[in-house]
């Protein structure tokens, strides 16, 4: 449950994996181009299907309807991150700050949220989050 890309039903995001193995690029090269785009608008509705994001820096951005399902995002930062109708199936959540971040209609079924944080965080109508 929630391990992310070591998960053997999940699969990483076959673009994403081509970029890496074509340009021989490493996480933090991926991180970094992430901040990027951010700056410029965000990756609303992205597929980000299996990404490792290991402590990125994702604070105030707008992932809404964005498919995280299997992402590694241990120790990432989402503090105020817009993730609005995404899919967290599967991704593994632990250690992630996830406080003031609107999670309203998003999907975390298997997700593993073991200390994440998920203070004043707005998770009206979230699928598959137990409480």
């Not at 929630?2 to 996480?27: R, Y």
Request: hydrophobic residues 40%.
């Amino acid at each position: 449950m929630g391990k992310g890309k070591n998960d053997p039903n999940c699969k990483q995001n076959s673009a994403i994996s081509s970029m890496l193995v074509l340009n021989d690029l490493t996480a933090q090269d991926i991180k970094e181009m992430l901040d990027t785009v951010l700056v410029a608008g965000g990756l609303k509705g992205a597929d980000l299907t299996g990404v490792d994001l290991t402590g990125a820096n994702l604070a105030n951005a707008n992932l809404s309807g964005a498919d995280l399902s299997c992402a590694d995002l241990r120790g990432a930062n989402l503090y105020y991150v817009n993730l609005k109708g995404s899919s967290l199936i599967d991704a593994n959540l632990i250690d992630v700050d996830l406080a003031g971040a609107s999670l309203r209609r998003a999907s975390l079924r298997d997700a593993n949220l073991t200390r994440a944080d998920l203070t004043s965080a707005n998770l009206t109508g979230t699928k598959g989050l137990k409480r």
